[in-house]
T-cell receptor, first 113, second 115 residues
Framework: ELKVEQNPLFLSMQEGKNYTIYCNYSTTSDRLYWYRQDPGKSLESLFVLLSNGAVKQEGRLMASLDTKARLSTLHITAAVHDLSATYFCAVAYSGGGADGLTFGKGTHLIIQP | NAGVMQNPRHLVRRRGQEARLRCSPMKGHSHVYWYRQLPEEGLKFMVYLQKENIIDESGMPKERFSAEFPKEGPSILRIQQVVRGDSAAYFC?????????????FGQGTRLTVV
């Protein structure tokens, strides 16, 4: 059974600081997704990472994937209040196909002015 | 191009009633996924459907839950004889294909409350 663990589960930080969210998974996978969810809202896709060493950046967020370590990171640079949300990583089984994803429990991020 | 549309957004049912949740995928998408989210938890995969076919229902409870995606019309997640533990947010996602790297887009969710 594929397990996905995120840490930390809760993070409170100040604007302007940098921080990293970690996502570990238990079995081989070649697809990892990062999503953002605001309270009471749906999931917004942030990044799709498909290969070992993949790095993607959008604004103040940067995601990377190390398939050998089964680890992905989401790095936040110079955080701003608007980034406050819950961030989920989700992993698919290897073998191709847009099959069901296994999600981590999410990281609740609060960025204080 | 409208996104994934789910309705209703909120649904209240008494214990023992039936709940029917609808999901219209994005235009051109023929793959639909249902997920359940409990408070303060991540999403749990329930079922993956293509038109008229259930591809993977490994996450569906064995009893009371069923899903369909007919040739015409939305996908339906049906919960019979609801219990309090069924209270959750149910999200639907759709994708255009099953190719590697295909991204799934999520709907707004249906928040089911069983009283």
């Amino acid at each position: 059974e594929l397990k996905v663990e995120q840490n930390p589960l809760f993070l409170s930080m100040q604007e302007g600081k940098n921080y990293t969210i970690y996502c570990n998974y238990s079995t081989t996978s070649d697809r990892l997704y990062w999503y953002r969810q605001d309270p009471g809202k749906s999931l917004e896709s942030l990044f799709v990472l498909l290969s070992n060493g993949a790095v993607k950046q959008e604004g103040r967020l940067m995601a990377s994937l190390d398939t050998k370590a089964r680890l992905s990171t989401l790095h936040i640079t110079a955080a701003v209040h608007d980034l406050s949300a819950t961030y989920f990583c989700a992993v698919a089984y290897s073998g191709g196909g847009a099959d069901g994803l296994t999600f981590g429990k999410g990281t609740h991020l609060i960025i204080q002015p | 191009n409208a996104g994934v549309m789910q309705n209703p957004r909120h649904l209240v049912r008494r214990r023992g009633q039936e709940a029917r949740l609808r999901c219209s995928p994005m235009k051109g998408h023929s793959h639909v996924y249902w997920y359940r989210q409990l408070p303060e938890e991540g999403l749990k995969f329930m079922v993956y459907l293509q038109k008229e076919n259930i591809i993977d229902e490994s996450g569906m409870p064995k009893e009371r839950f069923s899903a369909e995606f007919p040739k015409e019309g939305p996908s339906i997640l049906r919960i019979q004889q609801v219990v309090r533990g069924d209270s959750a947010a149910y999200f639907c996602a759709s994708s255009p294909s099953s190719s590697r790297g295909t991204e799934a887009f999520f709907g707004q969710g249906t928040r089911l409350t069983v009283v």
